[in-house]
């Protein structure tokens, strides 16, 4: 077989990084009550480290979706899928794409129900640990953070093109930033002198404009997050990705998100809690009057979180939050 882009991939040759610790992989694989046979799709692929215990939990006769915008990740992966493949009996499907194409994809392939979806939005270790890529404050590279380089608009562009205004809603909105006037001002005065073009240089300016910030943590870390998500449109395939995983969801079918920002986390919550209601006629004086019957039963009546264990172990946890909802 061959790749196709953006098409479905299939085979393909990539150099092996180091393996991703997948994150509170128990508990996905708990709440997805997955069983072979079954139609699975991880909506972020990444290294393939939740993906492979899917495939092994839907093997044989199941198959499992999964969808990644990033190249390098995805042939790491890839190969990773076509070993578990091999020794289960599974089969799968790559799609080079972001998964607010979900139900487009699967539809093409002839999947217009799935039996279990999981979105991981937490970012992968080659992002962070690749200078090029530019997520990181903390290491010299140019201001990128693109999870897909066929799309044109970086971090550098967000910063030396966007009106103060908007810059001011990134911080504010992305970036929960008080201060997000103070510093869209004084990235409007320094880029008349100097564009910003390396992670050092902004990492260092915003701690200027901002402060130091608490110990242990850096002033730049959430407006680093914001200039990503906007970059990427994070919350827009969220949105779009998430309400389409409800639709395809067959009865019973199962959906787990985790999230590892306020904002993620408060959006899914909200999704969640949407469609596990009612939803009422505004102008039923009475409230009898049904628009939309609820669709969703909610499996965590509150976050889940990763044991100390855990969060000892792999960093990158910490901040996460797992949520799940079941398909009436």
């Known amino acids: 077989m061959q790749q196709i882009y953006p098409e479905v991939l299939t085979q393909g040759e990539g150099p092996v990084t180091p393996r991703h610790d997948p994150v509170l992989l128990t508990e996905c694989i708990q709440y997805l009550n997955l069983k072979p046979g079954m139609i699975v799709v991880d909506c972020t692929l990444g ?4 993906s492979c215990e899917l495939l092994k939990a839907v093997s044989p006769g199941g198959h ?3 969808f990644e915008k990033d190249e390098r990740n995805l042939k790491v992966a890839q190969k990773r899928l076509e070993e578990v493949a ?20 699967l539809k093409r392939e002839g999947a217009s129900r799935a039996d279990a979806i999981l979105f991981d939005l937490g970012l992968s270790s080659p992002h962070v640990d690749d200078a090029e890529r530019g997520f990181s404050f903390l290491k010299e590279g140019p201001l990128d953070m693109r999870f897909d380089p066929r799309q044109t608009k970086t971090a550098a562009d967000v910063l030396n093109t966007y009106t103060e205004k908007e810059l001011a809603d990134v911080f504010f ?11 869209a001002a004084a990235v409007i005065h320094d880029r008349k002198q100097t564009p910003f073009t390396s992670t050092l240089q902004f990492a260092e300016f915003v701690s200027r404009v901002l402060g130091r910030g608490k110990p242990g943590r850096h002033r730049a870390t959430q407006i680093f997050q914001a200039l990503r998500m906007e970059v ?3 919350l827009m395939a969220l949105e779009l990705g998430l309400n389409q995983a409800i639709e395809l969801l067959a009865p019973h079918g199962r959906v787990v998100v985790l999230s ?20 009422r006629d505004p102008t039923d004086i009475f409230g009898a009057r049904v628009l939309r019957l609820k669709s969703l039963s909610l499996l965590t009546k509150k976050p889940i979180f990763p ?7 792999n960093s990158r946890s910490r901040s996460a939050v797992l949520r799940a909802a079941e398909k009436l």
């Open 47 to 50: 290294l393939g480290g939740h």
């Open 64 to 66: 499992l979706y999964a």
């Open 86 to 105: 091999s020794e289960v009996g599974g089969t799968f499907t790559i799609f080079h794409d972001s998964f607010s194409s979900l139900t487009d994809r």
């Open 173 to 183: 909105y992305l970036g929960e930033e008080r201060a997000s006037r103070k510093l």
């Open 232 to 234: 990427n449109e994070e």
């Open 260 to 279: 590892y920002h306020s904002l993620e986390d408060r959006f899914v919550k909200q999704t969640f809690k949407q469609f596990a209601t009612d939803l």
């Open 307 to 313: 044991s100390k264990e855990e969060s000892t172990r």
